[in-house]
């Protein structure tokens, strides 16, 4: 039954093309304000119009809505392009609201013309105790009805940077007395002596968010314009603007909103993740703990992680607080996908094989990838001296750990059965080698009944003599908080985690020398690794994606 499984979204649009709208005047856009790097709630918002360009196949536009040249900058417009691309979508028209800025500006004045704005020039203090409250209407400025010819000539010279900031806007007249307070003459022109980043100082005078968004999604032909639901207030806005320039023959858009997506243990807002950068509290808009998509990128996120997060988590009408690990199983269940396994060990500890011929190596096969028999095998070497993990070995051991313990077995992964036999430690009685004896006869794939012996656990190893020593960045969640911005009365920062970076020193098989910036590897039995761009000729620098499960505790 298909119906059921449609969105509210979806649901809005085909009871349109029920109605008789044409499926080829479908369109859409996905309107980033260019003042921040995208996040992980955006990511719902670019599924969603993408998502539906692609379901009916409709053009979708990427419109900028720069129209806050103190704020924004190219640097944002590129990374948003780039976050777009990578996420796997296309858009069918890159626009700007700021490419508009002389046709809303002559709609404006058409609006002067039919008494329905004038040049208020007050303080902003002044108009907002004049906004009234929802239960008491507002009072009109003293400059609602200035004549035509003055407004006129006022917003002229706003435009041409006569004024300074502030000392004039131009507002809408609607109704003082709306429940809506939003109707309560809107501002939509303030004066900003400032250059913007694509038109210059061409402009000292910028629309609102509210008088230039519907017009642009006009002027661009969409159909349904989905906005998160703190606009839900603004509609009335949005279509009293339409009115005022609606023409019958095109096609009139119509805003529906739905609810943002938060995620928990860190912010999603550009304005919040702008301050952990300009602060310090990250090494930038891409560091691999940040909900940005740029961040999530360079923690080994791939775009179908993403997009597939999206999507379960779909569309709904409520605000809610999704749990990070969600988007841990997506990236999770992907990454076991494509990712090659291999071996490295994270907080080594020696272990010597006493019987295995001093001085000899040899070169045994690995399976790449279980989940993916094309992906082949490799050689990993093997030797008398092995790295182990420090966890994968107790002195005294209950029946539970199926690990190595003194006088038990158990295999060396794609090698060999082993017995642990002794220990030396230091004066302080920590753990400096681990001595073992293996069976010859029972090397991994050899087919010999040894090598079929059913042992208990399975460790992961690199040879010492052909390890190679990576550095490793371990991350734990950003804030400690489930939800850092849910209480106003606490700054969000006070939850940042001070231990949300470890940076160690693994050692890797040396087939990992190889390895470039964007490889995403499984380190068997440990998680999901990336190689990041700090990476030199010198040193290979890994980031951890996610731990093979979801071992974080509530
Ligand atoms: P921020 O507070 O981070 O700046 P914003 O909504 O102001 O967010 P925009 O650049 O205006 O950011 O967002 C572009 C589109 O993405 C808008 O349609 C917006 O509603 C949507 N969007 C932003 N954040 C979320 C979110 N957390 N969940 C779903 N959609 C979102
Ligand atoms: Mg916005
Ligand atoms: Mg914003």
């Known amino acids: 039954n298909e119906e059921k499984s449609l969105n509210f979204i979806e649901l809005i649009i085909e009871e349109d093309l029920k109605r008789g709208f044409e499926q080829d005047k479908l369109r859409f856009r996905f309107p980033p304000e260019p003042n921040g790097y995208l996040h992980i709630g955006h990511a719902s918002s670019i599924c969603l119009n993408f998502g539906l360009g692609l ?8 419109r900028f809505d720069d129209t806050n040249p103190a704020k924004e900058e190219q640097e944002y417009v590129d990374a948003i392009k780039r976050d777009v691309e990578w996420l796997g979508f296309e858009w069918a028209e890159e626009r700007y609201a700021s490419d508009y800025f002389q046709q809303l500006y002559d709609w404006a004045i058409d609006l002067i013309k ?19 409250t929802p239960t008491q209407h507002g009072t009109a400025s003293p400059f609602r009805n200035r004549p035509v010819a003055e407004n006129l000539e006022l917003f002229e010279k706003m435009k041409n940077g006569e004024f300074a900031e502030g000392t004039h806007v131009l507002r809408a007249k609607i109704d003082m007395t709306s429940s809506n307070m939003l109707m309560r003459d809107p501002i939509m022109y303030r004066i900003l002596n400032k250059s913007h980043h694509r038109t210059g100082s061409n402009w000292h005078i910028y629309p609102m968010y509210d008088w230039a968004h519907g017009e642009s999604d006009y002027i661009e032909g969409v159909s349904h314009s989905f906005c998160t639901m703190e606009f839900a207030m603004h509609r009335e806005l949005y279509d009293w603007f339409l009115d005022t320039v609606y023409d019958a023959t095109q096609t009139r858009p119509k805003q529906r909103e739905f609810a943002r997506r938060n995620l928990s243990h860190t912010v999603v807002s550009k304005r919040k993740l702008l301050q952990l950068v300009q602060e310090g509290h990250v090494t930038g808009w891409d560091d691999p703990r940040m909900s940005t998509i740029s961040g999530l990128r360079r923690r080994g ?8 997060f999206a999507d379960t988590i779909g569309i709904a009408k409520r605000t809610n607080l999704v749990d990070v690990s969600l988007l841990e199983f997506c990236v999770r269940e992907d990454l076991n996908k494509i990712a090659p396994r291999v071996m490295a060990v994270l907080d080594p500890v020696k272990l010597i094989i006493d019987n295995y011929p001093e001085g000899e ?24 001296e092995l790295y182990i993990e420090r966890e994968d070995f107790k002195e005294e051991a209950s029946r539970k750990f199926f690990r190595l313990t003194l006088g038990k077995e158990v295999r060396l992964k794609n090698a060999y059965i ?3 036999e002794s220990v030396v430690k230091d004066e302080k009685g920590n753990i400096t080698e681990i001595h073992c004896t293996y069976d010859p006869d029972s090397r991994s794939g050899s087919g010999t009944e040894a ?8 460790l992961h190893w690199v040879s010492v003599q052909h390890a190679i020593p990576a550095e490793v960045r371990v ?25 949300s970076l470890k940076v160690i020193t693994g050692y890797m098989e040396p087939s990992l020398k190889k390895a470039k910036e964007g490889e995403q590897y499984q380190f068997q039995r440990l998680g ?9 000729p010198e040193k290979i620098v890994f980031n951890k994606t996610v731990g093979l499960r979801d071992t974080w505790a509530k």
């Open 55 to 62: 379901k009916y196949n409709a053009p979708v536009n990427l």
């Open 418 to 420: 082993i017995k642990g």
């Open 528 to 536: 999901y690794f990336c190689v990041d761009r700090d990476t030199t």
């Open 475 to 499: 991350y734990d969640r950003l804030f400690t908080h489930e939800n850092p911005d849910g209480d106003k009365e606490v700054d969000f920062k006070e939850y940042i985690n001070p231990d």
């Open 301 to 308: 996120y791939t775009p179908m992680a993403i997009r597939n």
């Open 114 to 132: 039919r008494d329905l704005a004038y040049v208020d020039s007050q303080s902003s203090e002044e108009m907002a105790k004049q906004k009234g």
């Open 361 to 384: 190596e040899e070169w045994l096969d690995a399976e790449n990838n279980p989940e993916d028999e094309s992906a082949g095998s490799r050689k990993v070497p093997f030797a008398k």
């Open 451 to 458: 090598s079929m012996r059913k042992v208990k656990g399975t």
